[in-house]
């Protein structure tokens, strides 16, 4: 069975700083991995998708990376800004037989930008 | 259409009522999904359509639980007889793939359905 961990459960951060969220998955036969943001009470909005082919891909002040060898991910915000402030979830999609289809979530990293 | 549409935004239900769920998912979408997420956890996978046809079901859909997805365009989630814990928030999300397209199937949640059974 899939798991995934996400470190630390919560980050606070000074604004302007570069930070890392990490991901970690137990099963590497895995499809894409996503990066969601959740603000509170809200629904989930994709960050970005990585196949299981490709090492990074980047959006704007968002870099993420992945090692599916090692079962890794991280998450990389550059000068962090307040609007940052959300939870952050990383999401793995298996790669091929039953439950494929399925996203297997991580608990996510709360994290605060402070002004 | 630029998103999935989740309705209502907010349920607030007394135990042992039966709710309904309403998700109208991205128009070019083939695919729909039902999560649920509770407090401080992620979201949970509960079930899944292609088209019309519902391929998978969580264990965690137990038989008070019913999804539809008649035609292969909006779907509903049910819950008979609610529970306290079945206060959660529900989410719908979309994707699409056509096979050899390339195409990448990402996921699109809605806002959800937050369930509050009193």
């Known amino acids: 069975k899939q798991e995934v961990t996400q470190i630390p459960a919560a980050l606070s951060v000074p604004e302007g700083e570069n930070l890392v969220l990490n991901c970690s998955f137990t099963d590497s036969a895995i499809y894409n991995l996503q990066w969601f943001r959740q603000d509170p009470g809200k629904g989930l909005t994709s960050l970005l998708l990585i196949q299981s082919s490709q090492r990074e891909q980047t959006s704007g002040r968002l870099n993420a990376s992945l090692d599916k060898s090692s079962g890794r991910s991280t998450l990389y915000i550059a000068a962090s800004q307040p609007g940052d402030s959300a939870t952050y979830l990383c999401?793995?999609?298996?790669?091929?037989?039953?439950?494929?289809?399925?996203?297997?979530f991580g608990k996510g990293t709360k994290l605060s930008v402070i002004p | 259409d630029t998103g999935v549409s989740q309705d209502p935004r907010h349920k607030i239900t007394k135990r042992g009522q039966n709710v309904t769920f309403r998700c109208d998912p991205i128009s070019e979408h083939n695919r729909l999904y039902w999560y649920r997420q509770t407090l401080g956890q992620g979201p949970e996978f509960l079930t899944y359509f292609q088209n019309e046809a519902q391929l998978e079901k969580s264990r965690l859909l137990s038989d008070r639980f019913s999804a539809e997805r008649p035609k292969g365009s909006f779907s509903t989630l049910e819950i008979q007889r609610t529970e306290q814990g079945d206060s959660a928030m529900y989410l719908c999300?979309?994707?699409?793939?056509?096979?050899?397209?390339?195409?990448?199937?990402?996921?699109?949640f809605g806002s959800g359905t937050r369930l509050t059974v009193v």
């Open positions: 999401a793995v999609r298996r790669s091929s037989g039953a439950g494929s289809y399925q996203l297997t």
């Open positions: 999300a979309s994707s699409f793939r056509k096979l050899g397209s390339g195409a990448v199937d990402g996921y699109t």
